[in-house]
């Protein structure tokens, strides 16, 4: 936990983390920045209270990881404190200022204070907040004699019921994400369903965070259920909500963004490339707002779906040079999105047949699955493992392909199975049989095997990365190019299938 805490740092922030630890420590003995620095340059961990004490000595080690821990804790803390500058901030220190002069009786500034922060809050649609600067000023509402207690209370009803709305929201995001771990499959009913149990609808009603929650919900579930087909018209149903919003989209602009990433990336995973790529443009447009405020928060994600997106349409050196030229180290905060991209580019080596490059970007995975599972998601872990047997397949690594296949079926066989997802099992089972008998991939039979249990009856619904891992089974079968058979793949507009 320490190491990854750690990890989450850059390195001016450790570099001021260890003159912190150098100012609190009143002993030249404290081992504290020893053991930070054991832990942020290696990835091995056995046997550190040896290496920091000179013998075993796990409770003296433990003790001082702990008060590591606290110190770290307290440092991110204090200088997310410092770094804060975000709307809801701002208003809720004009909140405690205002009341700090209640409390000192200097009510003309304090009500000219609780006044601003009421207005930020309006603005900004901060329900929970304004709810407390409404009940600040009707307990002081007696002592000005410029506002009327009666439009007070008016404000302050009619805040409860958007603040009533908000929480049901939230009450709705819980509950699809139970039904998320449960597997259901219907997502557009659960997700409908879900909204009409709260006594909510997409209307215009709703706030650019309402809007969020519900896009970030819905491309979540469609995520694990690879259904972004059925989800689509949901999306565009919420997107146009937000259009009639246009005078409040710099107010809401982090959620803004937000939502055209939801959005671009649901037309690219329905192959609809052109309009998923205006959607980026409108993206990088609003990442360039207020210099760049929220742009090396969004960049990652940006970056992904672009790639993605110039990957499907044939243009995969451009692709590959795009995540080539990513930096990293400088997004490592947004750890989902920089594996996503890792494995991206570890797919797109694969298709150009860049073999030792893929197993070079694949070599720097080396935490445990249970890890990346944390970070990532099981989704992101099955796919990792496939494409790693794939490549293993292709640089004949007999010893390997055997325990990695050995490996995956131990690990994600049962979970495949619960949640009715069987052709991944079915595929590694095709992909091995050609693997010990190449041979066989010519023979009719085997062709029907692949069309019985790979295919479905429209391509359409077919998810874009499944396609591409029967593109690597039928460019055997054809002996094709996998990157054109792949391309031929996606942009198939038959409704018989893969075949």
Request: aromatic share 12%; hydrophobic share 35%; glycine share 2%.
């Amino acid at each position: 936990m320490l190491s990854s805490i750690i990890h989450t740092l850059s390195n001016e922030e450790k570099r001021r983390f260890i003159n912190l630890l150098r100012q609190k420590n009143k002993r030249s003995d404290t081992k504290n920045i020893q053991l930070f620095k054991l832990l942020d340059s290696t990835t091995t961990h056995k046997d550190l209270d040896i290496l920091i004490y000179g013998k075993k000595a796990k409770g003296a080690y433990h003790a001082l990881c702990k008060r590591l821990h606290d110190t770290l804790i307290d440092f991110i803390a204090s200088k997310s404190f410092e770094e804060e500058t975000s709307e809801e901030m701002e208003t809720i220190r004009l909140l405690r200022v205002s009341r700090i002069f209640f409390e000192q009786k200097q009510y003309k500034i304090a009500f000219k204070t609780i006044k601003k922060a009421e207005q930020k809050a309006k603005e900004y649609a901060l329900f929970s907040i304004l709810n407390e600067i409404y009940y600040t000023q009707i307990q002081y509402a007696h002592l000005n004699t410029s506002s009327s207690l009666e439009a007070l209370l008016i404000h302050f009803k009619n805040n409860k019921k958007s603040l009533q709305q908000e929480e049901n929201l939230n009450l709705f995001y819980a509950t699809v994400q139970h039904e998320l771990i449960q597997q259901k499959k219907d997502v557009v009913p659960i997700i409908k369903g879900t909204l009409s149990k709260f006594g909510l609808s997409i209307t215009q009603d709703f706030t650019f965070r309402s809007l969020f929650k519900i896009l970030e919900i819905t491309n979540k579930t469609a995520y694990v259920t690879r259904d972004y087909h059925t989800i689509l018209p949901f999306v565009e149903e919420t997107y146009k909500q937000i259009d009639t919003k246009e005078n409040l989209i710099d107010k809401h602009l982090f959620y803004h963004i937000q939502i055209l990433y939801y959005v671009a990336n649901s037309y690219f995973r329905n192959k609809n490339f052109k309009t998923s790529m205006l959607y980026l443009q409108s993206m990088q447009e609003q990442m360039q707002k207020y210099q760049q405020k929220y742009h090396k928060q969004f960049y990652p994600q940006y970056i992904l779906v672009q790639s993605l997106n110039l990957n499907y349409t044939g243009k995969a050196k451009k692709a590959i040079a795009m995540l080539d030229a990513f930096d990293y180290e400088k997004h490592k905060d947004q750890i989902s999105y920089v594996l996503d991209i890792k494995l991206s580019l570890i797919v797109f080596y694969f298709q150009q047949q860049q073999f030792k490059e893929a197993l070079n970007t694949i070599n720097d995975f080396y935490h445990s699955d249970i890890w990346y599972t944390e970070k990532a998601g099981i989704a992101w872990v099955i796919k990792k493992n496939l494409i790693e047997i794939l490549l293993h397949i292709e640089l004949d690594h007999i010893e390997v392909v055997e325990s990695r296949i050995a490996s995956f079926k131990k690990k994600h066989k049962l979970y495949l199975k619960n949640n009715e997802d069987t052709r991944v099992l079915s595929f590694l089972k095709l992909a091995t049989a050609y693997y010990n008998k190449p041979e066989i991939a010519t023979t009719t039979i085997f062709k029907d095997k692949i069309l019985q249990t790979l295919t479905t009856s429209t391509s359409q619904k077919e998810d874009i990365f499944d396609m591409s891992f029967y593109a690597w089974i039928k460019s055997k079968i054809f002996d094709t190019d996998l990157y054109k058979t792949t391309l031929d793949l996606v942009t198939i507009n038959s409704t018989k299938g893969l075949s």
